[in-house]
């Protein structure tokens, strides 16, 4: 891509009422724009790299044989009545009637929707095991929504249910789950821990969340020093973090310590709560038996805030190859006139192009330190330096955005040095 053909307006200033890093340096990048409390646009820069964390879950999702479909964003109050969630979920919940005077709601979860289906499509136990799934936005009318995306009132969630014959089956799906998030995390490229947690106003039995680890979080967990014992403190009896820190470790291996996590996914075994209210059966030896559901979110956007607050300096951001928006960012020097820079410069952009390398060509007619700025801003993890000695040399230089190092190639060694 072109900065001349694509909209690329970085801004100068940061918003006054951001107080997280990622949401200064996303709204300074122009990678979403708020519209009202809690809801963004995202722009193309923002949406390239939510699209990248999105595609990320899908392929592991898919290669988990997990089936994807697209669910209603506007669900009928009924069946929240019929699971009993009407009552229970709170203002949260946002709710409408249509011109017929029916109730509505906009999803902030899916379960009632997905039992629903499950009830029409899981007729026999050979339907079973099943783990369908969805990435789509919700809506959840946040009493506080802050930070930006981190916590918004419409965000993207990928949302994924499961279903099992027995409680066995529904926990062997679950570890299942539970490594196919691992994967997700290890590909993005996160700091990342697994804790126990509080099941909410989802239910069931068992859950556990996926914390990315930083300051910044909202949620403090407590992790022993000797053993695997990980837990959202909210599940302790004693919340006081300064009291449970070296506290002696609930499994009785060590001391606690403590760390800040924003909470990125929390998968659930739910057991037969939404199957025993709304009636989700089948017949397995003449009798009917409710099938067993788990439930399993990863927060799509919130990833992108998240992997901010993990990787950024005084500059700008730090984007993991993985969900960087471009790949390599080309920066013209002393191109004024000079028709031997620019003409091998496009030479270069066409052939990272054709190498499918994700390359942003910056041919703005603006002097180098704009661009530097703005290259260290966006997080793109390699610049590509062309200047005077692309014609005497052959050579160009390649600075790594993480550590600043610079290094001088040769013009036919950029696609290897790139590719790999
Ligand atoms: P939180 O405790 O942060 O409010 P939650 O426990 O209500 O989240 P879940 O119902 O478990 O959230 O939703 C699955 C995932 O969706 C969460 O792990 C989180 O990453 C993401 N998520 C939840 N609420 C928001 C929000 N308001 N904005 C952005 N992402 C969110
Ligand atoms: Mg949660």
Known sequence: MKASLYHFKT????????????HKLMIKANMIKPIASGIYTWLPLGTLILRKVE?????????????????????????????????????ELLGFKDRNQRDFYLGPTHEEIITDIAKKEITSPKDLPKTFYQIKDKFRDEIRPRFGVMRAREFLMKDAYSFDIDEDSMHETYLNMKKIYKKIFDKIGLDY??????????????????????????DTLAFSDK?????????????????????????????????????????????TKYSKAMGLTVQKDNVLKEIFMGCYGIGVSRIVAAAIE??????????????????????LINQKGNEQINSEAERLYLELKE??????????????????????????????????????????????????????????????????
Not at 11 to 22: H, N, Q
Not at 311 to 331: A, M, R, T, V
Not at 387 to 396: A, E, I, L, P
């Open 55 to 91: 595609n990320i879950i899908r392929k592991e999702l898919n290669q988990g044989n997990c089936l994807e479909i697209i669910m209603p964003l506007v669900q009928p109050k009924d069946l929240w009545d019929e699971s009993g969630r009407s009552k229970e979920y709170g203002p």
């Open 355 to 420: 190498n499918n390398i994700d390359v942003f060509f910056d041919d703005r007619d603006l002097n180098p330190g704009v661009k530097f700025r703005d290259a260290n801003l966006v997080g793109v993890p390699y610049q590509l330096v062309i200047g005077d000695k692309v014609s005497s040399d052959q050579t160009v230089e390649l600075i790594k955005r993480n550590n600043q190092q610079k290094e001088v190639i040769k013009l036919n060694e950029i696609i290897n040095r790139l590719k790999n």
């Open 227 to 271: 053993s695997d014992f990980a837990i959202n403190i909210e599940l302790l009896d004693e919340k006081n973090p300064e009291k449970i820190s070296g506290m002696p470790s609930p499994d009785g291996n060590g001391k606690l310590s403590l760390k800040k996590g924003i909470e990125v996914g929390h998968i659930f075994e739910l057991g």
């Open 310 to 331: 993990q990787n950024f300096d005084d500059d700008g951001i730090l984007f993991p190859e993985s969900i960087s928006p471009f790949k390599c960012y080309i920066i």
């Open 193 to 218: 821990k697994v804790v126990s947690a509080d099941s909410g106003s989802i239910g069931g039995d068992k859950s556990e969340e996926f914390h990315v680890l930083a300051d910044s979080g909202e």
């Open 11 to 22: 801004l100068r200033d940061t918003p006054s009422d951001a107080e997280l890093i990622s």
